[in-house]
């Protein structure tokens, strides 16, 4: 938001220099990103006098012009500008000044530029015959600036400027956040100005009528949807005539970056400059009734916007009507078939509160932001409406001719209620730690609009203005003290307290580490996705979800949606993974390990939901797909698949120190997974590993095989042994004994089912069993396999051979018991 210096002092007498101003409003919440000094002319530029003008005889876009500036003899200088011509009284910059010129690649930026004698296409040119740009007074480069005609020959060109009254300005480029929109005009950065520099605020005398009267009987204004649209008032201008409007008002337009129109639209920026309340004139003749309608579009549709755009409406667009057709796009932009013109008459001027909500979600829709939506969708003053239309009725009087026809029509079907907020003193010091006196806070808040309306001796009621729509609890109010009372002044504490405990890593910190440590040595990378999906796209894997089965409930779409494509959150991190493993398979990668820690989303009622009806728990998803990447001459290059998966699970879960998970296998095809395996403790389901289908992966542009594992991170931080106290247990220094045994099983025989019943008659001596051999084939039988394990056993003791064969015993017996099993030779 560009603010004038000279236009703020308008409303307030600032007292500062413009950098301390810039200070101050800056540590005052208000925070000034530059400061740019417009119309500080430099030295050595002086008004000349164009005595002739001559065809330059290389070049047809250059003329020669020989210029009087006051010397004994005429200057001689080649000028590109189509607009010079004999007799005008011109800014010419002298040999050996220097001036700061607009870049030819980034108009943009300045480059200080020394005038010199050159030769221009072989012509003597002795000086510069400048534009408004060139000067640093506005962004025309249209052409030279032409001076009145009794500028006097040889001034200097600043004495000029002040005698027509254009002074050199300074404008603050600032900041808005989203909950200062009263800081989007001239007179709400003055308020907080009065109260920084203790001034008295002037707001310009407006005489406001009741609403009638004859403007009554020129229109008449109807609002379909009150909650859309609370006011609307409408203000008849008869007689107008279109034309440039006067210097001062193009001069104040031009420092904030507007280009000047005509007077009557001139008038309507400048007011919601001065004021933020958008404003918009329209040719009352134009208009057919005359009556404007309110309303929401039912079905989508186009119009032409001012711009000469054909714009595509969504339902539910608000459009400002007339009887026949639609003239503008509510608080974004007017239409062309009633925008004001050299023929316009009679004007109407708009001035109306809608919903910021409707606002934003037709600027987004349609890609537009202007000065009107800007505001309007941050809040507007719900009280300035009639006001800001007689401050421009009476300016366009002014300024246009013309007659303010008395009287308003004010369409205000649904008023804002104003608020009241108790403010304890006590309070003020407790949060902020500054004792500030009962009159200086009284003094801070009535200095922006607040007004007292029960002081009490310790609590202070307030009544918020209708500028303010972000103060809504009494630590707003504190807020509002403390920037204007000085941040600074906050004293710094004389000791800082020390906490009498060793920081310490949380556990769910120390399970991420761990994990996340022995992944990149496992060759998986860690990758960070966009939480928002296409609404269709999360419908799709709501089913890969981690909650005791594939029907994971519906995804949960977001309020405020960022854009037409991101609506709605992940129900799983399967969809970014996926757009990972794509994009590098498609860029060269061979293979490809990915890791992500994230939350996911889901409309369903489970016990434990923070919101009812929405489920949200943080997810580990691990996935691979392609090549191992074992690329070495003593080792074969082999395709990645499920078991690399299912070992990388169960090393997580061993790093976890959760033990006696059991493991349900699904082999049919469900959801997006071809088959899966699903992991549980305790009746609570951690999750499952699967196999993506392959008719999924080939819609995702993937055409390997990919194998992914999703947990709920939630449930294995509740259920890890990690961070629980431990003891210490020394190395063991006896010697451990192996033993290896194969049994002959049939062929859908689970080997993990196998493991189990191995290790619980192992129990006590038994420390560690794994799989060293799988065979088929030769010599088994038909539909029977062999599966060999390494035992190992140990004790606090030396161990015999007696203990050991004792124990092996056990474990064959119960396995051909249990697994139809055949101790193999």
């Known amino acids: 938001m560009k603010i ?55 070049a047809d876009r250059l003329t020669v012009c020989s210029v009087d500036v006051g010397d004994e003899e005429p200057l001689q200088i080649v000028c590109g500008a189509p607009n010079v011509a004999v007799g005008q009284k011109v800014p010419v910059a002298l040999v050996g000044s220097s001036l700061e010129l607009p870049s030819r690649d ?37 052409g030279i600036m032409v001076l009145e005609e009794d500028a006097i020959v040889g001034t200097p060109f600043s004495d000029y400027l002040a005698s027509v009254g254009r002074r050199s300005d300074a404008v603050l480029d600032i900041a808005i956040t989203p909950n200062r929109p ?48 609370r006011r609307y008032v409408g203000v008849v201008v008869r007689g107008v005539t279109i034309g440039d409007s006067p210097d001062w008002l193009k001069e104040r337009l031009t420092v904030v970056g507007l280009r000047p129109r005509n007077n009557v ?6 007011v919601m400059y001065e004021c933020g309340q958008p404003l918009h004139a329209f040719d009352l003749e134009q208009i057919a009734g005359p009556s404007i309608i309110v309303r929401p579009t039912k079905e989508p549709g186009k119009f032409v916007t001012l711009d000469d755009e054909e714009r595509e409406l969504p339902a539910g667009t608000l459009m400002i009507c007339d009887a026949d057709r639609e003239g503008a796009i509510a608080g974004v932009m007017g239409g062309q078939n009633s925008e004001v013109s050299e023929k316009t008459k009679d004007v ?13 979600r037709t600027a987004k ?110 630590i707003d109010l504190i807020e509002e003290v403390a920037r204007l009372y000085g941040y600074d002044r906050i004293e710094e ?29 496992w060759g998986y990378r860690e990758v960070y996705t966009n939480s928002l999906l296409p609404e269709g796209r999360a419908s799709e894997y709501c089913d890969s979800s981690i909650l005791g089965d594939l029907g994971g409930g519906a995804p949960v779409r977001t309020a405020n949606a960022i854009s037409r494509e991101m609506t709605t959150l992940r129900p799983s991190l399967l969809p970014g993974a996926l757009s990972v493993i794509r994009h590098n398979l498609n860029h060269g990668q061979d293979g490809v390990r990915v890791i992500e820690f994230g939350h996911v989303f889901t409309k369903q009622d489970l016990p434990d939901n923070i919101i009812p009806g929405y489920e949200e728990h943080e997810s580990l998803l691990i996935a691979c797909a392609g090549s191992s990447g074992q690329r070495h001459w003593g080792v074969t290059d082999r395709s990645l698949d499920f078991f690399d998966l299912k070992g990388t699970v169960a090393a997580i ?79 063991n220094r006896f010697p451990t004994v192996e033993r290896d045994l194969a049994f002959v099983v049939d062929e859908a025989t689970r080997v993990g089912h196998m493991q189990d019943t191995i290790r619980q008659e192992g129990k006590p001596l038994l420390t560690d069993v794994r799989v060293f051999d799988v065979y088929e084939g030769k010599g088994v039988g038909a539909s029977r396999k062999s599966v060999a394990f390494a035992l190992r056993f140990s004790a606090n003791r030396t161990l015999t051979d007696a203990d050991v064969d004792e124990q092996v015993a056990k474990i064959v017996k119960s396995v051909a018991r249990v697994h139809t099993a055949e101790l193999r030779d």
């Open 106 to 142: 980034a108009p943009d930026q300045r480059t200080l530029v020394k005038i010199r004698r050159a030769k221009i296409r072989g012509t003597k040119s002795e000086g510069m015959i400048c534009a408004e740009d060139e000067l640093g007074l506005s962004d025309d480069h249209s």
């Open 4 to 58: 004038s210096y000279n236009w703020l002092q308008d409303y307030v007498d600032v007292g500062i220099a413009v950098g301390e101003l810039a200070e101050k409003l800056t540590m005052a919440g208000l925070e000034v990103e530059s400061v740019d000094q417009i119309g500080a002319v430099p030295g050595g530029v002086v008004v000349g006098h164009v005595l002739e003008v001559t065809k330059h005889p290389d």
């Open 265 to 270: 639209v001139d008038v309507t920026n400048y």
């Open 493 to 521: 504490p004389k000791t800082t307290p020390v906490p009498s405990f060793t920081p310490r890593d949380r556990p769910e910190d120390l399970a991420r580490q761990r994990i996340l440590g022995l992944a990149a040595g």
């Open 653 to 731: 879960l061993n790093a976890l120190e959760i033990h006696g998970v059991e493991e349900t296998e699904y082999p049919e095809a469900a959801g997006v997974a071809a088959y899966r395996l699903e992991y549980a403790t305790g009746g609570t389901v951690l999750g499952f590993a699967a196999m993506l289908d392959p008719e999924r992966a080939s819609a995702e542009g993937i055409d390997t095989p990919v194998y992914f594992a999703e947990l709920n991170w939630s449930r294995l931080l509740r259920t890890t042994a990690i961070g629980s106290n431990s003891d210490y247990v020394p190395v």
């Open 348 to 360: 109407l001027i708009e001035s109306a509160y809608f919903s910021p909500a409707s606002i934003r």
């Open 365 to 474: 829709a349609l890609g537009l932001q202007t000065d009107a939506s800007y505001r309007f969708e941050r809040g507007v003053d719900t009280e300035i409406q009639a006001w800001a239309a007689m401050r421009a009725a009476f300016l366009m009087q002014e300024v246009a001719g013309g007659k303010v026809v008395d009287g308003i029509v004010d369409e205000h079907p649904n008023p804002s209620k104003q608020r009241a907020l108790d403010l304890r003193l006590a309070r003020i010091q407790a949060i902020t730690g500054m004792e500030v006196a009962r009159e200086e806070v009284v003094g801070l808040l009535t200095q922006i609009g607040f007004e007292v309306v029960d002081d009490k001796s310790d609590v202070i009621r307030f009544r918020v203005p209708p500028h303010r729509p972000d103060v809504e609890r009494e």
């Open 182 to 229: 009263d800081a989007a005009s001239h007179l709400g950065v003055a308020r907080d100005v009065a109260a920084l520099t203790d001034s008295t605020l002037h707001t310009p005398e407006v005489d406001v009528p009741a609403d009638g009267g004859d403007a009554a009987d020129h229109v008449t204004i109807s609002i379909e949807d009150d909650e859309l649209c």
